[in-house]
Structure formats: C-alpha cells, structure tokens
C-alpha cells in the first residue's frame, strides 16, 4: 500500500535538518512549528501521488484537505512569528538545556520530522479505500473537516485579534470559542484528524487514521501541546491564568465550570 515509505522518511529528517541547521544561525527554534505544519501535508501528498493504489475522487478530496490545512497552519504561524518575534515555549525550553540546547533541538527537530511522518499516513489511508465514488461516510468526513477548518480558523484569529489589542497585555483571552475552552483550537485540530479516520473507515487500513486520531489527541493534550502552553501562560499570566484553569475547560468545548469563589 504505502510505497516509497523509507524515502518520504528520508525527505522529511533532512528537511528538519535544514530547518535545525537555519535556527542555529538564526537562534528561533520556533521555526519548528511552521516547517511541521508544511512538512505533514507535503509528505501525505507525495504518499498519494506516488501510490499506484490511490486513484479516484477520494486521493483528491484527501489531498485538497491535507494541504489547505497545512497552508492555513503555516500561515498563521508564520504570521505569529513575525509579530511576536519569539515563543515564550522555546525560550524556556533553550534555558533549560543550557549548553546542550544545539544537541537538545537537533533531537527535536528530528522527532517532529517523525511525527510529520507517521500523522501523514492518516489521510493516505483514507485516500487507499477503494469504493470508487464517494459514499455517505466521505460526506460526512467532509462535513467535520469543514467545520473543524472553519472552527480552527476561528478560535486563532479570535486569539491573535486579543493579543494584538495592547490593552489586553498580561490578560487572559476568555471571550468567544475561548470562553468554552482553553484550547479551542486544538479541539478543532484534532477533529480534522478524525475526519481521515471517518474516510478511511471501510479500507484496509483504517486503523492507521484511527492510531493517528488517538496520537494527536495525546500529543496535545499531554506531551506537545496544552503542557507546554499552559506552563507558559501560567509564567506569563500568573494567578488570570489560574482562575481561568478554574472555570474553563482544557480541550472539549463545554460550558464554564463553577469557580470555586462562587461555589
């Protein structure tokens, strides 16, 4: 099914090179974020494209989703770079290797290059079903990737207007999508990995979109993504933050919780 998989891997460890090698003249590690966000799409497309197996409807509805995400992903990191400069994440994460942060990122950056790998293989399933047109299933995939594009799309902007309003310096972002989560828009990011779970579903290899739905959900829940930004907004942000822990859920989208002032 997935040819060609050893060079997508190689493709995709000397991109992180390159990009590993660029932040150590530059000194913004966070260059990371948006090399993965271009990365994961481009090798999920190549997987297609080089599949004998993936033909149809299908490949091209994988293929155009994979990539708008990916170039939406970009885009708003890039931007977010060039306003903010720096990430407060990586700038914790530089002073706590000290003198071993070049061996430290290098590690890193090549971890990223493996998970653009292995996440790519979700779509590549769903693009592998071979049922010919699209069923009601694929439909419905559709739907939740939309919404979850329109839905992620939203919850970042809402955050960057927030941030970009100076009266709102040192304050939390709790209004909108971010009033019913701390992190709205990794809720939405990891719908649109079930949404290739939804697809694949019917193939063969449905449980690769279904292991990928699950180690995105563990990634930013418990290792790449809320831990790190919520470690940086508690520094940052101090007891806002805390009362904000108390009253908002972390991911699912779900009514404000009593805080314990008013409980």
């Known amino acids: ?23 150590l003249r530059r000194g913004n590690p966070a260059i990371v974020d948006m090399i993965w966000a271009v990365l994961t799409p481009t090798l999920a497309i ?14 091209w509805v994988a293929m155009l989703g994979v990539g708008f995400w990916g170039a939406r992903l970009a885009l708003h990191l ?10 407060g994440r990586y700038n914790a994460m530089t002073r706590a290797m000290g003198d071993k942060a070049a061996l430290g990122y290098f590690a ?13 293989f979700s779509p590549m399933a769903a693009a592998h ?4 047109a699209l069923r009601v299933l694929d439909w419905g995939a559709v739907l939740v990737w939309v919404g979850s594009f329109a839905g992620e799309s939203i919850a970042d902007r809402q955050l960057s207007r927030f941030r970009n309003d100076p009266a ?34 019917g193939g063969d290899d449905w449980w690769v979109s279904l292991a990928c739905a699950v ?6 829940t418990r290792f790449t993504g809320i831990p790190h930004v919520e470690a940086q907004s508690l520094r940052s942000r101090g007891d806002r933050y805390r009362e904000y822990q108390e009253t908002t859920r972390a991911f ?12």
């Not at 190549?46 to 490949?59: D, K, N, Q, T, V």
């Not at 890193?108 to 790519?120: I, K």
């Not at 079903?129 to 010919?132: A, E, I, K, N, R």
């Open 215 to 220: 180690a995105m959900y563990l990634l930013v």
């Open 78 to 87: 890039q931007q977010r770079l060039r306003h903010e400069g720096s990430d």
């Open 168 to 201: 709102n310096k040192g304050k939390v972002c709790n209004t909108g999508l971010w009033h019913y989560s701390r992190h709205p828009n990794y809720f939405f990011e990891w719908l649109i990995w079930i949404s290739w779970f939804l697809m694949a579903l």
């Open 129 to 132: 079903v071979d049922s010919g």
């Open 1 to 23: 099914m997935y040819n060609y998989w050893i060079e997508l891997l190689a493709f995709g460890s000397l991109v992180m090179l390159l990009a590993w090698a660029w932040q």
């Open 46 to 59: 190549l997987g297609i494209l080089l599949s004998p197996e993936a033909h149809g409807p299908r490949s």
């Open 252 to 263: 699912f989208l779900l009514p404000p919780k009593l805080s314990r002032a008013s409980s």
């Open 108 to 120: 890193f950056f090549q971890f990223q290059a493996l998970g653009a790998y292995l996440l790519a």
